[in-house]
């Protein structure tokens, strides 16, 4: 249950990223959490809070995370891997997912993370530059770069980014890129996202 309901509403198909089970003795720990809240508080003065007292089983839910793909690759997500740092003064949503609450009623909550992008095949087939080619652009990098500590190549793979067109105002595009995860001592991960078309570095809007 939910793919479907995806597919209707943004026309891509999706993969589950995180599931997790809303029982009995969860929920009323997450109300509890709520009620101590700024936003409760100001809403119970106001008449408007709602608050159930007695959960039972029979209320269990799902609380569901999902990756919207293309051509069986990932769409970036945000979730599960590095964030994207630009250096050159741009912004925008990259991030797209979709998130769900479930019982056994059906779906009782959706909400969706991201932009409108267009997701129609290119005119012309586009050859992608191999994984070796863009790690070699990334030790190119890194080459250039004074480390204050050894860093690890941890894993690299290929997904699409929701990316500005920058020739168009205001239009977002689907383009894929290589992930190149980056590990440091410390425990902390970021990552190159270089063109598999271009070989650009999305760091500075390539």
Do not use: H
Not at 115 to 125: L, M
Not at 135 to 144: F, G, P, S
């Amino acid at each position: 249950m939910g793919k479907e309901q995806i597919k209707e509403l943004t026309g891509q198909d999706s993969e589950v990223l995180a599931a997790y089970a809303l029982n009995q003795e969860t929920l009323s720990e997450l109300e509890e959490k709520y009620r101590q809240t700024q936003n409760y508080q100001e809403d119970a003065q106001r008449g408007k809070a709602a608050t159930v007292d007695d959960w039972s089983d029979i209320d269990e839910m799902y609380y569901m995370e999902y990756e919207l793909t293309k051509d069986g690759l990932p769409i970036y997500s945000g979730i599960n891997e590095p964030g994207i740092s630009m250096a050159v003064e741009t912004f925008w949503t990259a991030e797209t997912r979709i998130t769900m609450l479930l019982d056994q009623d059906g779906i009782r909550y959706i909400a969706v993370r991201g932009g409108i992008f267009d997701a129609s095949p290119e005119a012309e087939i586009q050859t992608i530059i191999s994984a070796e080619v863009a790690l070699e652009a990334v030790k190119e990098i890194y080459a250039n770069t004074i480390l204050s500590s050894q860093v690890t190549i941890s894993r690299i793979w290929l997904e699409y980014v929701v990316v500005p067109d920058w020739k168009e105002k205001e239009q977002y595009k689907l383009a894929p890129y290589w992930c190149v995860q980056i590990d440091s001592p410390s425990g902390n991960s970021s990552a190159e996202r270089i063109n598999a078309i271009t070989g650009g570095n999305l760091s500075y809007g390539e």
